[in-house]
């Protein structure tokens, strides 16, 4: 399918695990993004990344981590999940163009209990 | 402190009629400021990007509006839909070098009423 995917839709998980959220995109965008959505703040970047191999921290990268290995995946690593990490997760894509429009993920709700 | 404000924080409206929503940003320097629609539990999608230079965008029913010096902008939409309903979210961004930096307002939560 064209476009953006996120998997899992949704995940509940226990304070302490390890959850990867996973991203893929068909555009072959150079840039890709991960946000945190949460009720009374707009949407935060984690972290993006300009190309393959690399990435760079954005507002909030404390507890996270990602990779790109390949332009079309951006995977988001929580390493040992916590409670303030509930949220929605949307990964997002842009090209090059001038415009820098930006195409959002259906997104990922997580639960850390 | 939020950066980018946005009023009102909900409105509703009846079906056919026109609604303005605001976005005050304190963000600088900017390149671009976007609107985007977000309905309940989707991603954002963009309705509007415009640079520091331009004044008004339209896409549709959908017109925004941009004011640097006051640092404002204005998303008007002109005889609204039940489908027009959903979250409205105002971003200002900088890129610069490489380097992204996207403030996103709050939202403003529409309703549209039959």
């Known amino acids: 399918d064209a476009g953006i995917t996120q998997s899992p839709r949704y995940k509940i998980t226990e304070t302490g695990r390890q959850v990867t959220l996973m991203c893929h995109q068909t555009?072959?965008?150079?840039?890709m993004f991960w946000y945190r959505q949460d009720l009374g703040h707009g949407l935060r970047l984690i972290y993006y990344s300009a190309a393959a191999d690399i990435t760079d921290k954005g507002e909030v990268p404390d507890g996270y981590v990602v990779s790109r290995s390949k332009t079309e995946n951006f995977p988001l690593t929580l390493e040992s999940a916590t409670r303030s990490q509930t949220s929605v997760y949307f990964c997002?894509?842009?090209?090059?163009?001038?415009?820098?429009?930006?195409?959002f993920g259906p997104g990922t709700r997580l639960t850390v209990l | 402190k939020n950066q980018v404000e946005q009023s009102p924080q909900s409105l509703i409206i009846l079906e056919g009629k026109n609604c303005t929503l605001q976005?005050?940003?304190?963000?600088?320097?900017?390149?671009?400021l976007r609107w985007y629609k977000q309905d309940t539990g989707r991603g954002p999608v963009s309705l509007t990007i415009m640079t520091f230079s331009e004044n008004t965008k339209s896409n549709g029913r959908y017109t925004a509006t941009l004011d640097a010096d006051t640092k404002q902008s204005s998303l008007h939409i002109t005889a609204s839909q039940l489908s027009d309903s959903a979250s409205y979210i105002c971003v200002v961004g900088e890129f610069f070098s490489g380097t992204y930096k996207y403030i996103f307002g709050t939202g403003t939560r529409l309703k549209v009423l039959a």
């Open positions: 997002a894509s842009e090209g090059l163009a001038a415009s820098h429009e930006q195409f």
């Open positions: 555009w072959s965008h150079s840039y």
């Open positions: 976005c005050n940003y304190t963000v600088s320097p900017f390149s671009n």
